[in-house]
């Protein structure tokens, strides 16, 4: 089974910075793109940031210009830097992996999450 392990959440001022990562382990399928998704209390889960194996990157609009997404291979990872950071940004955020078995099915799987607090 595809592990993914998130780490680096925690509390920030308003403006602040932080930096997520995500390692992926035990996979045994071709990857299509990882990525984070955020979800704040009693609110639907939504993409924040994905990367593709060939390093294209999409942004949701509220976070261009101050969170950036960077795929590292040694061990196979990714990492998301904040900056900037607002009230709004308060969320658990999960790291996501997408990709294809080899029946090529689509499949996705999920970290567990780590929460980001951002407040003065």
């Known amino acids: 089974q595809v592990q993914l392990v998130e780490s680096g959440g925690g509390l920030v001022h308003p403006?602040?910075?932080?930096?997520?990562?995500?390692a992926a382990s035990g996979t045994n399928i071709s990857i299509n793109a990882m990525?984070?998704?955020r979800q704040a209390p009693g609110q639907q889960?939504?993409?924040?940031a994905?990367?593709?194996?060939?390093g294209s990157?999409?942004?949701?609009?509220?976070?261009?210009g101050r969170f950036t997404?960077?795929?590292?291979?040694?061990?196979y990872?990714?990492?998301?830097?904040?900056?900037?950071?607002?009230?709004?940004?308060?969320?658990?955020?999960?790291?996501n992996l997408n990709g294809q078995d080899q029946y090529y099915h689509d499949m996705d799987y999920w970290g567990k999450g780590t929460l980001v607090t951002v407040s003065s």
């Open 15 to 22: 403006g602040g910075s932080l930096r997520l990562s995500c």
């Open 35 to 37: 990525g984070w998704y």
């Open 45 to 48: 889960r939504e993409l924040v």
């Open 50 to 54: 994905v990367i593709t194996t060939t």
């Open 57 to 64: 990157r999409n942004y949701a609009d509220s976070v261009k």
């Open 69 to 75: 997404i960077s795929r590292d291979n040694s061990p």
């Open 77 to 95: 990872a990714v990492s998301l830097r904040m900056s900037s950071l607002k009230p709004e940004d308060t969320a658990v955020y999960y790291c």
